[in-house]
T-cell receptor, first 115, second 111 residues
Framework: GAVVSQHPSWVICKSGTSVKIECRSL??????MFWYRQFPKQSLMLMAT?????????EQGVEKDKFLINHASLTLSTLTVTSAHPEDSSFYIC???????????FGPGTRLTVL | GENVEQHPSTLSVQEGDSAVIKCTYS??????FPWYKQELGKRPQLIID?????GEKKDQRIAVTLNKTAKHFSLHITETQPEDSAVYFC??????????FGKGMKLTVNP
């Protein structure tokens, strides 16, 4: 299947700092990328949909000023958690939609720990 | 919007037995139904998917069935092996839209 990379795989930061997570589709063009958050033993919760060249669409309850999303190219989307707090600690997973195959592939995830 | 229900939430089987996971969806416009397997701390991996123009799809020990009238779809795993132990998520979507996931089912295959 198609490959989606995510960087970093884990990060530990102090409260109040910002963290940027990158999501890349390595062998296909992804006009749409999705950002999910997953708490332990729970399902994936969609945070936002990122379309190349346009503003992201955020799900209800997700603060767009806190979770900044940029989808600058057909292979890269970034999620920046601004002024992170301990409650933002979670597993963040991106997925990219292969436009031709109309299938979503997930990145390996980023485990964020805010101290 | 779409709502996906998945059950059971946990299932334990003996190696070699079959396992069935059932999901229901609410939006009749949904036409794409993938299944993902997620091992602890890893990414969800697409294992099989089905589109609304077919009723059944099989890939070796895995099969998925879709009943559009009843709005439910199921994953069947035959001859289970310990490495099948994981959390399985069903999902539904309309073309080009976001996936809506079920809550997941933890499958344990006992040797």
């Amino acid at each position: 299947g198609a490959v989606v990379s995510q960087h970093p795989s884990w990060v530990i930061c102090k409260s109040g700092t910002s963290v940027k997570i990158e999501c890349r589709s390595l062998d296909f063009q992804a006009t749409t990328m999705f950002w999910y958050r997953q708490f332990p033993k729970q399902s994936l919760m969609l945070m936002a949909t990122s379309n190349e060249g346009s503003k992201a669409t955020y799900e209800q309850g997700v603060e767009k000023d806190k979770f900044l999303i940029n989808h600058a190219s057909l292979t890269l989307s970034t999620l920046t958690v601004t002024s992170a707090h301990p409650e933002d600690s979670s597993f963040y997973i991106c997925s990219a939609r292969d436009r031709l195959a109309d299938t979503q592939y997930f990145g390996p995830g980023t485990r964020l720990t805010v101290l | 919007g779409e709502n996906v229900e998945q059950h059971p939430s946990t299932l334990s089987v003996q190696e070699g037995d079959s396992a069935v996971i059932k999901c229901t969806y609410s939006d009749s416009a949904s036409n794409y139904f993938p299944w993902y397997k997620q091992e602890l701390g890893k990414r969800p991996q697409l294992i099989i998917d089905i589109r609304s123009n077919v009723g059944e799809k099989k890939d070796q020990r895995i099969a998925v069935t879709l009943n559009k009238t009843a709005k439910h779809f199921s994953l069947h795993i035959t001859e289970t092996q310990p490495e099948d132990s994981a959390v399985y998520f069903c999902a539904a979507s309309m073309r080009s839209s976001e996936l809506v996931f079920g809550k997941g089912m933890k499958l344990t295959v006992n040797p």
